[in-house]
């Protein structure tokens, strides 16, 4: 049986170089999963929804998508209130511009995103949330110096077992949010989170992305790692006007 490819990305945060230096990286594969957010922070929104509206096979919304396309204004700005200074700036600047009458495709490509995501490929189950199972759209969880505790795996086993909202069990949880990647293994499946196309935290600056293969029933996880142009990635924060620390920041992974 031939070797399924599938291509697993996450919190693409609208960096257009760091998207397109993964894409050429993973190359042509099978499938191509995405744990959401695809805008937010960076300078590229319209840009970044293009390629994988076209690419993407399965999606999820993530909470900078969610809020950024709420229909109601009102609702936009309680929201706004939950998120760190420089996030909320961005979401005000990208929210303009995908208002504007031109950019309603893109708008609404986002607000058709669903915060949860089960399905299948290969007799595999996947559940594919951007927080967690608990709350799709907003827990975060965080791994310890990309190291799964005792206790954390509890936590995924547990996932495993009951899915979303006992939806049963899943052989693939895929999470992103905390922008770290990891992949934890047990005997009842894998829980993995890509890490940041567009904006790492764990120290390493280049963008982050995950190739699962599917090979006789065997599952294969390896999680990859690409320099991107972050000079260009820059100019589009600059553009729009967005805080110099969202630039910063790619510079250092964090
Ligand atoms: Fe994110």
Redesign the pocket.
């Known amino acids: 049986m031939a070797t399924i490819t599938i291509g697993i990305i996450s919190?693409i945060?609208a960096n257009l170089p760091a998207l397109q230096a993964v894409l050429k990286k993973m190359g042509k594969t099978d499938y191509l999963i995405c744990a959401g957010?695809i805008v937010?922070y960076n300078g590229e929104p319209l840009q970044a929804i293009d390629i994988l509206k076209k690419r993407m096979t399965y999606a999820v919304a993530?909470?900078?998508d969610y809020t950024v396309s709420r229909p109601d204004q009102n609702a936009f700005s309680r929201e706004l209130l939950d998120y760190n200074e420089f996030a909320a700036k961005a979401l005000v600047r990208h929210r303009l511009i995908l208002k504007r009458p031109e950019n309603k495709k893109y708008f609404d490509f986002l607000q058709s995103l669903k915060p949860v995501n089960l399905f299948k490929i290969k007799n595999k189950t996947f559940l594919l949330v951007h927080g967690t199972p608990n709350d799709p759209l907003f827990e975060y969880f965080f791994v310890f110096e990309n190291n799964v505790t005792t206790h954390d795996a509890l936590t995924l086993e547990q996932w495993l077992k009951t899915g979303y909202n006992n939806s049963g069990p899943v052989d693939v949880l895929i999470m992103?949010?905390t922008?770290i990647p990891f992949v934890f293994k047990s005997e009842h499946g894998i829980v993995l989170n890509p890490g940041?196309v567009g904006?790492p935290r764990d120290g390493d600056p280049r963008a982050s992305f995950a190739i699962l293969k599917i090979n006789n029933g065997e599952i294969e996880v390896s999680i990859q790692r690409v320099e991107y142009d972050i000079d260009r990635a820059c100019e589009g924060i600059n553009k729009l006007n967005l805080p110099k620390f969202l630039c910063s920041r790619l510079y250092k992974g964090k």
């Open positions: 919190d945060h957010d937010g993530g909470n900078h992103g949010h922008h940041s904006q």
